[in-house]
């Protein structure tokens, strides 16, 4: 019987392992090695450890991590949790081993809709975007492109207007913005293309053009895309977790759901889904387990 166990070993679940481990609390830590951000270069907005490869910062978490012998690690896939009638949780790996805890901290985060467009996956990461905080710095000034329709593609594209004045705005197709927000888009110097993207031509592994059917191709340096997420674990989804319009776990204060000694934290939990945030949910997660551990055993 452990403690605590953490699903996923992402800064939100490094960052609660190591304020659990430093309380004495016993925790094991599962991770399968596919972070939402494995094909970043670098991650950003982190004091202390900007423009840090994101892999290095998960290495270097767990090298932190290994004086503490209260916290374990396996390199492995959780594939089902429970909530037992006694409030505590069974944890399977996929081996089948089944795995006993009195609390459970799910931080697998999400993944992308990287869209399906030739060349669009293999630029992913080094000038295929989804989050212009994250990015937005390395490419300010550039000609950029934004892929995704209606009120999204609406949004992004106003909003990478604080790091560039040439923006495009691919639909793809019919853009599903209506004639006022397509004239404000034209206010800010934003051109909209309907046409349909064929494919994203690089040179030098970096964006060069976005090739169009039946039209002119565009010279872009960089694109953002908004084509939504997803879960990367269904383990939430199978403990009856409820969920956002944005597809990401609703939680109470200190990361808690609708299930007592159940907590969510990192991307798979909030709307602004940086680094940082992740790491300060994983620690809230933390404190609120380690409190509720020390009521429940005092006597």
Request: glycine residues 10%.
């Amino acid at each position: 019987m452990y403690d605590v166990v953490i699903v996923g070993a992402g800064p939100a679940g490094l960052s609660a392992a190591l304020v659990l481990g430093r309380c004495r609390r016993t925790v094991l830590v599962c991770d399968n090695g596919h972070p939402r951000n494995e094909a970043s270069r670098s991650m950003h907005g982190y004091l202390t450890r900007d423009g840090m490869p994101p892999l290095e910062f998960i290495r270097a978490g767990r090298e932190e991590l290994a004086q503490y012998t209260t916290v374990e690690f396996r390199d492995t896939t959780v594939t089902d949790a429970r909530c037992g009638p006694d409030s505590r949780f069974e944890t399977t790996v996929e081996t089948g081993e089944r795995i006993e805890s009195r609390r459970l901290l799910i931080a697998t985060g999400v993944r992308d809709r990287v869209p399906e467009i030739e060349g669009m996956r293999a630029l992913y990461g080094g000038s295929v975007f989804h989050c212009p905080y994250c990015d937005g710095w390395e490419v300010r000034d550039a000609p950029l492109a934004v892929y995704g329709k209606g009120e999204k593609g609406y949004d992004l594209s106003l909003e990478l207007t604080a790091w560039s004045r040439d923006i495009l705005l691919c639909t793809d197709g019919p853009s599903g913005i209506d004639e006022d927000r397509t004239a404000r888009l034209h206010r800010n110097g934003i051109e909209v293309r309907e046409e349909k993207v064929l494919r994203l031509e690089e040179e030098d592994g970096i964006l060069k053009r976005i090739v169009f059917d039946g039209a002119p191709p565009s010279e872009r340096h960089a694109l953002f895309f908004t084509t939504g997420q997803y879960q990367q674990s269904a383990l939430a989804i199978r403990l009856g977790c409820e969920f956002n319009d944005k597809g990401t776990v609703r939680t109470g204060k200190y990361e808690t759901t609708h299930l007592p000694g159940l907590y969510v934290a990192g991307d798979a939990s909030r709307a602004v889904q940086w680094v940082v945030v992740a790491a300060a949910e994983g620690a809230e997660a933390a404190f609120a387990i380690n409190t509720g551990l020390i009521k429940e055993d005092l006597r």
